[in-house]
């Protein structure tokens, strides 16, 4: 049977082993998912003992996606602007590719969602990882603009000078949004886990306006709650991403694209329990 693995530490909480249990059984792959808690520091021993076993391929978790960018033998485009790497595939030459699959499955969710991102004003709240892992996958659905704001405006900076030969891309203070016009509002930030808003004005949240939430959990996260009572038109959070990038990691290593929609309904059912 192929064996595949999530690396991370913590690990215990990771919902992967159980999304690509469902996605295998769903296509029928003979595979087996195990999630492994590497200590800090011996992400590379750990890989390469899997890989030496014969293991196919692996995702990678908080705190080892640069670590996985490292030891990657090859990079996929959008591996080598994310700068961190969740998927890694050993190829028939014996070489390790490394891919960063999160970007496309924030993209195939929304899309999925029926949320058009073509010629929309897209808010990126944050410019930790999550942030710069997303931007060119949402680039190439052509949106009319990225602003990129965060607490600390130099790292949405960075970000931009770094994406900016890619496509229209603007870093923006949080204190200086009020009065912009933003179709589509994602929050990449960690704010909603301490039950924190990440600091853009109530204005921008209109009924008109898309809100995503990276974050997830059992109920509405903080972010979600408060742009629903603002009258959001649509409010998603990041569990559709999640699986979503699965997903993607899944299609990389079996060449099969899995039913994204079921395991989400699955998956919420379960944690709602
Ligand atoms: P990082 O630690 O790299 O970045 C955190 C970001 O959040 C920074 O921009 C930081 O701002 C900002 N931030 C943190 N707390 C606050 C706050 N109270 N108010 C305003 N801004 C805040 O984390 P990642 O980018 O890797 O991840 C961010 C979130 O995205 C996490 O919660 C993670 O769970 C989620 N995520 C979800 C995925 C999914 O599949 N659904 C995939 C990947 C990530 P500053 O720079 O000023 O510190």
Known sequence: ???????????????????HTLFARQTSQSMHYAAQLVPLGE?????????????RGCNVTV???????????QLTERAKLAGAVNTLKKLDDGLVLGDNTDGEGLVQDLLQHQVT????????????GAAR???LPLLAQQPSSITITN????????????????????????DELAGGQYDVIINSTSASLSGQ?????????????VCYDMVYGSGPTTFNQWAQQLGAKVV???????VGQAAESFMLWRGLRPGAKQVQRELRRLMQE
């Open 197 to 209: 808003l990440p600091g853009i004005p109530e204005s921008l949240i209109q009924p008109s306006k």
């Open 236 to 242: 998603l959070d990041g569990l559709g991403m999640l």
């Open 151 to 174: 607490r600390t405006l130099a790292k949405a900076e960075a970000l931009v000078d770094a994406f900016a030969a890619h496509g229209p891309v603007n870093a923006v203070a949080l």
């Open 133 to 135: 892992g997303v931007i």
């Open 1 to 19: 049977m192929d064996q595949y693995v999530v690396f991370g530490n913590p690990i215990a909480q990771s919902k992967s082993p159980l999304i």
């Open 43 to 55: 992400f590379r021993v750990a890989a390469d003992a899997f890989f030496a076993d014969g293991g």
């Open 63 to 73: 705190p080892f996606k640069e670590d996985a960018y490292q030891y990657a033998d």
């Open 117 to 128: 991102l073509a010629d929309q004003r897209i808010l990126l709240i944050g410019a930790g």
